[in-house]
């Protein structure tokens, strides 16, 4: 637990839904409670804080994860957003919020991410990795065939308009729209998901985290667009082969109840 009166909070907004005056009144709020308050306008700026409260949606969430984890900064979020999946605190509950921050009573939630290596690069995500076919004017609009090895072993050719590579946490949004399974944060399992496969025999796969994945492109076919938790990546190319597996980093958040996933997701699923 935290001293609090050595607590510094950043905070990070999302500058199209959250306006920078409201600032003021956070920083009041937890000079009260004893903390120093830094404001962040953008993830990059992430840093030397003990805590993140982000104002935003779970697009806002996903951005500031990166840096986030690399630094091992735990996340508190009021949702500004539309779904909030990540977010613990709706909008409205901003009070709340600081007052949970200064309290020092926190579940901590560690959640999964990917290490996505290609071409020499190694990038992060907390929700998933998306390989799709191309979409261009200029282009015939056709499947891709996807060859997949699981630790060595070929584990099939998907041929599809894409296949997503979620880890539990982000089990609730792509994956779950393409047909996926919903995982709790706290399993120990990764779940490959087509997208409008071409063989109603083709279904999403769940492995264990510890796996380590390797992805093609099928020799005669076309390249395959590459996106992880919606940033684009790159094409891999036919002669390109992209590793994915556990990322060493997690994404800690402080939440309330980590065994609330279920409740909160039927209430943001059902309006």
Known sequence: ???????????????????????????????????????????????????LLILGGDGTVLRASKPASLYDIPIVAVNYGTLGFLTEFRRGELDAAVDFILSGEHVVLKRTMLEVIFRGRSTHCLNELVLSRPVSPEADSRLVKICVRIDG????????????????????????S?????????????????????SLRSRPIVCSDGSTLRFTAEPHGSGLLLHGDGVFLGELEKEDELIVRRSDRVATFWVKDEGDTFRRLTEIING
């Open 1 to 51: 637990m935290y001293n609090i009166g050595e607590m510094k909070i950043g905070v990070l907004y999302n500058r199209d839904r959250v306006s920078e005056g409201s600032f003021p009144a956070i920083a009041e709020r937890f000079a009260r409670g004893g903390a120093e308050c830094v404001l962040f306008s953008s993830p990059e700026e992430i840093g030397g804080v003990d805590c």
């Open 153 to 176: 072993k070929e584990a099939g050719v998907f041929s599809a308009d894409g296949l997503i590579l979620s880890t539990p946490t982000g089990s609730t949004a792509y994956s779950l």
């Open 178 to 198: 393409a047909g996926g399974s919903v995982m709790s944060p706290d399993c120990r399992t990764f779940e490959l998901t087509p997208i409008c496969a071409f």
